[in-house]
């Protein structure tokens, strides 16, 4: 039902960022709180942090606390994720989703998500 389209991904050395995008598609998303989950290689999928609706209420994962900021523009039904001091253990493909803390609250299928690769 809710379609997202993420991007921004990349190759970068450890310690460097990115800046990840999340674009809602055919609809708008000013109602609904959005997150940033990612799978990892051989790992499950993991909430990394959620926005609410109106940008007031931030929710991080422990493992990215100080490190990643998630922001969002309604006007540009857009939500973004930026990435500092990148680790080789946030190697992983990014996807974004409707949220409730750091769990899926939307429903059907994820989108492509994008790819981001932290490596020497």
């Known amino acids: 039902q809710l379609q997202f389209v993420e991007s921004g991904g990349g190759l970068v050395q450890p310690g460097g960022s990115l800046r990840l995008s999340c674009a809602a598609s055919?609809?708008?998303?000013?109602?609904?709180?959005i997150g940033w989950f990612r799978q990892a290689p051989g790992k499950e999928r993991e909430g990394v942090t959620c926005i609410s609706s109106s940008g007031g209420i931030t929710t991080y994962a422990d493992f990215v606390k100080g490190r990643f900021t998630i922001s969002r523009d309604n006007a540009k039904n857009t939500v973004y994720l930026q990435m500092n001091s990148l680790k080789p253990e946030d190697t992983a493909v990014y996807y974004c989703?409707?949220?409730?803390?750091?769990?899926?609250?939307?429903?059907?299928?994820w989108g492509q998500g994008t790819q981001v690769t932290v490596s020497s």
């Open positions: 055919g609809f708008t998303l000013d109602y609904r709180a």
């Open positions: 989703a409707a949220c409730r803390g750091l769990v899926r609250a939307d429903f059907g299928s």
